[in-house]
């Protein structure tokens, strides 16, 4: 079992920075495949980014690119999410998950086996 816990979110001005941490529990977070994912009110969850368990793969959707950067420091079982030049579309509720497969990264939310309880992102204009 995995215990995810999301923080950094906030309130900040169109143009400004966060940067999101996920601090897992358990031994095997090293192993897995990370996501961070995003849902605004009336819209469903999206994948923002993924890592794999070395971090040699990463994927970004198309609205972030070039803006956030997803890393992670497995000796301290957390994944970050930079983001920067933060947009008012941005503003969403994030959750940071993990695959248990671990070579590989999903787009889909459902190939995630746990999730945090999600933090604030408001994005002002």
């Known amino acids: 079992q995995v215990q995810l816990v999301e923080s950094g979110g906030g309130l900040v001005q169109a143009g400004g920075s966060l940067r999101l941490s996920c601090a897992a529990s358990g031994r095997t977070f090293s192993s897995y495949t990370m996501g961070w994912f995003r849902q605004a009110p009336g819209k469903e969850r999206g994948i923002v980014a993924a890592?794999?368990?070395?971090?040699?793969?990463?994927y970004y959707a198309d609205s972030v690119k070039g803006r956030f950067t997803i890393s992670r420091d497995n000796a301290k079982n957390t994944v970050y999410l930079q983001m920067n030049s933060l947009k008012p579309e941005d503003t969403a509720v994030y959750y940071c998950a993990a695959d248990r497969r671990s070579g590989s990264y999903s787009t889909y939310p459902t190939a995630y086996d746990y999730w945090g309880q999600g933090t604030q992102v408001t994005v002002s204009s």
């Open positions: 890592i794999t368990w070395s971090g040699g793969n990463t």
